[in-house]
């Protein structure tokens, strides 16, 4: 893939825009449309949410490292990588959602969760928007992050913002199914 960075930056902010925006609606809806599990087996509102809160708090630190060590400068053009490409097409929301199987560590299911797991969503949000203003400073293809999986693959900053902002995108379509 290569865009505009310019334009990438502001397709992901637009993206969590709208995830913050039914974030922000949800904290009004009851406890039990927020705890309603369709089977044993299946997740919450509130158990997407802590999954995404799960992976942020390892990706929104490391996100925030490399922007402020970073003494790039920006470019105009972002080509993603091969393997940040692929990570971050395979998070895409489709009509019909692959299953992927979540790692333990990741999953939700069992914990004890209210309201405050939506708080947390919306604050995530709102960094990941700052992190986004502050990106348009910075070579989106010469920051590299490390990933959740292994501190050994390092994913160019474009693609770790799109992988992020997309698995966001694609479980909070899974809520708003729920």
């Not at 490409?85 to 939700?108: C, D, G, H, R, W």
Request: proline share 2%; with cysteine.
């Amino acid at each position: 893939m290569k865009i505009q960075s310019q334009q990438l930056l502001n397709d992901l902010k637009k993206i969590t825009d709208e995830n913050l925006e039914f974030a922000e609606i949800l904290l009004h809806e009851s406890d039990a449309k927020l705890n309603f599990r369709a089977s044993e087996k299946s997740w919450s509102i509130l158990d997407c949410l802590e999954h995404l809160n799960l992976y942020g708090k390892f990706y929104l630190p490391e996100i925030d490292e490399r922007i402020r060590k970073s003494n790039t400068k920006s470019k105009d053009i972002f080509i993603s990588g091969i393997l940040g490409n692929y990570f971050a097409e395979s998070m895409l929301p489709k009509e019909k959602l692959n299953i992927m199987k979540t790692f333990k560590s990741m999953n939700p299911m069992g914990s004890n969760l209210d309201r405050s797991v939506i708080k947390e969503f919306i604050s995530q949000q709102k960094q990941i928007k700052t992190f986004l203003s502050d990106a348009n400073k910075i070579d989106l293809n010469k920051v590299k992050t490390s990933i959740s999986i292994s501190k050994l693959i390092k994913l160019k900053l474009g693609d770790t913002f799109r992988f992020v902002i997309y698995h966001n995108w694609r479980h909070i379509e899974q809520a708003k199914r729920i």
